[in-house]
């Protein structure tokens, strides 16, 4: 009795895992009608979601039935992840999908400036003939005080952090704004 | 609680609650900025030259108790969503 057990334990372990195989050599049909009959969960693949440009390494699924690599399957395997390995992704591989929360995007201080101007000519407030890195907000351009706090706030939009307002009361110019935005964003040059 | 300082930094709050209202309901289409920004704007304006000292505290508790009842009503807004109106898309 207990061998019968044992013997249909073992052919049910090996159908679950051959429809693993078969899963992923792309037969859904039949990966379900086994999984029906017999009540139980495919182990899906890790890494199933393609969300992002960065490639899921194939490798990475696990097969569990597959027989044992040669040496030469193991030599290649070991050659590819050499060559793929990039000092930049690497800390951020992970085995799950890999989600790149904090990816800025790169900043230069001529980047910086003209975002500045940009946005600044887009206030319709300011006269973008009189616009240069050094005008004064409220001696050259004409604001005042509430439209420098819009400013300011057009700029904290533009960059993605807040700036207290110890700092923006010294804003007054343009550069002003840029060597700020560039000393938060360590940005040298 | 009436320097300069306060006064800005209140501006500034009131004008960040509002940008979070959600609802079609509570813009202007040719603008698309929304009633509680515009009437912020126009009565700091107003009050710009204002110099008596009393008066001045009683706008400022007047912008405090508006800038709860943003709050508030921006909050519940968010909560009960009803979906974007076609015009909105």
Redesign the interface.
Known sequence: MIKMAALVYGIRNALVRSSNIILSTGCRASVIGIQKSLHTKVLKPKCSSSLLSVKVNPALRRNFAVAKPSLDDVRERVLRVCKEYDKITADKRTRLPIRLYSSKDPMTLELIRDRVLLVLKLYDKIDPKKLSLDSHFINDLGL???DH??V??AMEDEFGFEIP?ADA?KLFKPGDIVRYVADREDVYE | MCSKRNILNLYKRLLRESERFESYNFRQVPVSINYAIRRIKDSFKENKTLNDQEQIQKEIQYALKNLDIIKRQAAIGSMYNAGKLVIEK
Do not use: A, K, R, T
């Open positions: 005042d005080s509430l706090v819009e300011i706030m307002d009361e």
